[in-house]
């Protein structure tokens, strides 16, 4: 059976015991700093320079962001998303060969509410991450997850799926020539002229960006956004939550400040964790969605992950050698025991097993690659209504024989308490549910409150999305005390209002 | 001898501190990663020991640079401290 420690009598390939002073396996001469994947010593100047290759070979080769796009860089501080901070700079950048060409903006978002910082330690975070977004002249937008309460319903719908190709319908490489003969047009020294758009637009977004980070948040919002997490019981299903939030919360901004494309700065280790976690989760019918490269499921908003290609070792080492500062920002989960979540017991297992296998990472992401959306038949009257509300992924919801689904049900069915369920106690007060006569559960008809029993949430929250997790993060929260704050939290009222207009047998 | 430790990371173990200068007692034989490791885990680790070493090396997803070169191309741990050596522990994971 599989075991990380297993016994094989010897017959273990092991790597090698470490020879002493190496040279570089590309130019051969000067001597190697660094072994990455199973045994490839690279000296720095040759790591340096397939680093940022790699970059732009990743963008290149998957053609998705078209020239003069606006593009949001996703960074969390990590090691991972300030590198690719970095290497969308020095692609960008005036003497670089075959330069980039699009318009970046940042954006960073801090959960310290949920993770229990204090607002000293946030704001002095926060600080240290404005500096470092300063230094880029780029157009920066903090974004603290409190105000994931104020966000539209609108979030969770996805978009019109027309690709945002320039009007003229072009093909990448004919834009990319498009562009390049509009710039030479325009000016005679073209790197100059856009170099002046993108210091106009930053020195625009300036005032605006002044707005964007003191948006006040009042304490009360924070303690809202905590009793949603405590009222969490795992932490599996916290991290999802926070995953989530944040996922739309990058969405809103993308969408309201007119970028196309989101840039995730997930690395390959990351996603190999990711894809082990999410089948642990139940997430398997959005996989190639989750890890891929691209990522349609927003429709006008694509979120591609440049750094899909680097392992976690490339990049810390990449960041120590050419002093790229990455600001650590505790989380959830930091300092948390292997089995607190799903997703630390994943991270352990990869790290381990890669420690021995040098391959391992390399062999789930070449499996990942492999893995495609199978786009269903666009059939305009199940379009709307078959995604989930939480992550807008297909509904895995086809009820064949043998199917995941399938299963769920019956054991739902076989588990579920006979009778009444208990009435619900918010707060003290107890308020019953009338699963008891047949009928759906009742709402109370103020704006914003939703009465159900746990177990009414359970049933429908299935019906709605058999990614596991989704069912996992909603039918452990509080519902009723959530839709009680006042105003309520945006996906949860928005998933009562559904229930209440499917209202029907449970 | 005199060592500069630096940290990323799993500074949180060491009392927050990122940089550290430590001076080894004298002994016989030359010091060793893997006693280096050892002096550590007895003498700087604040707390939550297994976060940083595990058996008799580092746990899994913390990269060590001697000098700012990878410790594989040393020998890991039976490499032997020079004085001065610079002697970094990146964290690469995610928490902690």
């Given amino acids: 059976m599989c075991q990380v420690d297993e016994e094989y009598n010897g017959q273990l390939e092991h790597r090698g015991a470490p020879r002493v002073s190496k040279k570089c396996v590309k130019c051969k001469e000067n001597t190697a700093v660094l072994i990455i994947r199973a045994g490839d010593a690279f000296c720095r100047g040759c790591f340096k320079d397939y680093f940022i290759h790699k970059f732009r070979?990743?963008?290149?080769?998957?053609?998705?962001?078209?020239?003069?796009?606006?593009?949001?860089?996703?960074?969390?501080?990590?090691?991972?998303?300030?590198?690719?901070?970095?290497?969308?700079?020095?692609?960008l950048s005036r003497d670089a060969p075959k330069k980039l060409r699009f318009v970046p903006g940042i954006i960073y978002i801090d959960d310290g509410g949920a993770s229990g910082q204090s607002m000293e330690e946030r704001k002095r975070a926060v600080a240290q991450l404005e500096s470092v977004f300063r230094a880029t002249n780029y157009h920066y937008h903090i974004v603290h997850l409190e105000q994931v309460s104020s966000l539209p319903s609108s979030v969770l719908e996805a978009g019109s799926s027309a690709t945002e190709k320039p009007e003229t319908g072009l093909s990448y490489k004919a834009a990319v020539d498009h562009f390049i003969q509009t710039r030479k047009n325009q000016n005679q020294h073209s790197d100059l002229s856009v170099e002046n758009g993108q210091s106009h637009l930053s020195s625009l977004s300036m005032q605006e960006v002044q707005n964007e980070v003191t948006s006040p948040i009042t304490p009360e919002h924070t303690q809202a956004l905590q009793r949603l997490f405590a009222s969490v019981r795992t932490l599996t299903a916290k991290e999802d939550l926070l995953h989530t939030l944040r996922q739309h919360l990058i969405l809103h901004t993308a969408r309201t400040q007119g970028y196309t494309k989101v840039m995730m700065g997930d690395s390959c280790s990351r996603l190999a964790i990711k894809l082990l976690s999410n089948i642990s989760l139940g997430r398997g019918a959005s996989l190639a969605m989750d890890t891929g490269f691209s990522d349609p499921r927003y429709g006008d908003v694509v979120i591609v992950r440049p750094m899909r290609d680097y392992s976690s070792k490339e990049i810390a080492y990449y960041n120590r050698m050419f002093d790229i500062p990455s600001v650590f920002i505790p989380g959830l989960d930091t300092k948390a025991q292997d089995k607190a979540s799903i997703q630390r017991l994943t991270e352990s297992f990869v790290t381990k097993l890669q420690t021995d296998f040098p391959s391992t990472v390399s062999t789930i992401y070449r499996t990942s690659e492999k893995l495609h959306t199978a786009c269903p038949p666009q059939n305009t009257n199940t379009q709307l209504s078959a995604k989930c509300l939480l992550c807008v992924c297909a509904l895995d919801t086809k009820l064949e024989e043998f199917s995941a689904y399938q299963a769920t049900l019956i054991s739902e069915q076989l588990s579920q308490r006979r009778g009444q369920g208990p009435g619900f106690t918010p707060g003290?007060?107890?308020?019953?549910?009338?699963?008891?006569?047949?009928?759906?559960?009742?709402?109370?008809?103020?704006?914003?409150?939703?009465?159900?029993?746990?177990?009414?949430?359970?049933?429908?929250?299935?019906?709605?999305?058999?990614?596991?997790?989704?069912?996992?993060?909603?039918?452990?929260?509080?519902?009723?005390?959530?839709?009680r704050c006042n105003p309520p939290l945006f996906g949860l009222y928005k998933v009562s209002k559904a229930f209440h207009r499917d209202a029907g047998p449970c | 001898f005199l060592l500069p430790l630096g940290l990323t990371h799993p500074h949180l173990l060491f009392g927050s501190v990122k940089e550290h200068h430590v001076t080894l007692p004298n002994q016989s034989e030359p010091w060793d990663m893997k006693q280096l490791l050892v002096w550590i885990r007895g003498n700087m680790l604040k707390e939550r020991p297994e976060l940083f070493v595990q058996g008799d090396t580092v746990r899994p997803g913390i990269l060590v640079l001697i000098n700012d070169a990878d410790w594989e191309l040393m020998g890991e741990l039976e490499y032997e401290l020079q004085d001065k050596d610079n002697v970094v522990f990146i964290s690469t994971l995610h928490g902690g």
């Fill in chain 1, 57 to 91: 070979a990743m963008l290149g080769k998957n053609r998705v962001i078209f020239p003069g796009e606006k593009v949001l860089l996703a960074v969390s501080g990590g090691p991972a998303s300030i590198s690719m901070l970095s290497q969308v700079q020095e692609g």
């Fill in chain 1, 428 to 483: 003290g007060q107890s308020q019953g549910c009338e699963t008891g006569e047949g009928g759906c559960c009742s709402s109370a008809k103020s704006v914003g409150i939703h009465v159900s029993c746990p177990q009414c949430i359970r049933l429908q929250c299935l019906h709605y999305c058999t990614a596991g997790l989704c069912t996992l993060s909603v039918q452990n929260i509080n519902t009723v005390l959530i839709l």
